[in-house]
Antibody, heavy 119, light 110 residues
Framework: EVQLVESGGGLVQPGGSLRLSCAAAGFTFGDYWMSWVRQAPGKGLEWVANIRHDGNEKYYVDSVKGRFTISRDNGKNSLSLQMSSLRAEDTAVYYC????????????WGQGTLVTVSP | QTVVTQEASFSVSPGGTVTLTCGLSSGSVSTTNYPSWYQQTPGQAPRALIYGTNIRSSGVPDRFSGSILGNKAALTITGAQADDECDYYCVLYLGDGMRLFGGGTKLTVL
């Protein structure tokens, strides 16, 4: 059974940093692209970042470029999102999801971790 | 700036048929945008319904179907049930690694 479990969310001040993690199990992690998708309270979904199975290709939504870094450790079956220069508008539930690159969709999702950016 | 458009809300009667659409502010949606659809109930993670325009995800009932209608992607629900009442999101691939969600449609079954 595929499992994705996010951690690392919490309350952070504007301008601060936070690192999210996603522990993957139940599949060969190193064979798949992975993603972060977020959802602000009461709002819709927003794709944040993708990383290729070997970590050598990364894509970001414009609003986080230069502030967020997606990375992975295939030996530890772990995905990360390093977030810096956080803004109030980054407040959201952050989901880790497995990306099916051939047809460009997300098959499996974690339950999410809440990041709140507030003074 | 490109926007993916969805109806903000829609209503359908139990047993009825509804078609939700997903458009692009910059032009037409095609299969090369790889439209996919996700269902989300409050407090839960999204669940994939349709990918690659019209392929049902594992375990999704065949009353959910995807297509291209005119210049938009479409999700059709036939024989709507009470537990279909939730939010539906489409997402399009825009090239250069970019993916964009629509704003979501809140479906009411009554």
């Amino acid at each position: 059974e595929v499992q994705l479990v996010e951690s690392g969310g919490g309350l952070v001040q504007p301008g601060g940093s936070l690192r999210l993690s996603c522990a993957a199990a139940g599949f060969t992690f190193g064979d798949y692209w992975m993603s972060w998708v977020r959802q602000a309270p009461g709002k819709g979904l927003e794709w944040v970042a993708n990383i290729r199975h070997d970590g050598n290709e990364k894509y970001y939504v414009d609003s986080v470029k230069g502030r967020f870094t997606i990375s992975r450790d295939n030996g530890k079956n772990s995905l990360s999102l390093q977030m810096s220069s956080l803004r109030a508008e980054d407040t959201a539930v952050y989901y880790c999801a497995r990306y099916e690159s051939a047809l460009k969709w997300w098959n499996y999702w974690g339950q999410g971790t809440l990041v709140t950016v507030s003074p | 700036q490109t926007v993916v458009t969805q109806e903000a809300s829609f209503s359908v009667s139990p047993g009825g048929t509804v078609t939700l659409t997903c458009g692009l502010s910059s032009g037409s949606v095609s299969t090369t945008n790889y439209p996919s659809w996700y269902q989300q109930t409050p407090g839960q993670a999204p669940r994939a319904l349709i990918y690659g325009t019209n392929i049902r995800s594992s375990g999704v009932p065949d009353r959910f179907s995807g297509s291209i209608l005119g210049n938009k992607a479409a999700l059709t629900i036939t024989g709507a049930q009470a537990d279909d009442e939730c939010d539906y999101y489409c997402v399009l691939y825009l090239g250069d690694g970019m993916r964009l969600f629509g704003g979501g449609t809140k479906l009411t079954v009554l």
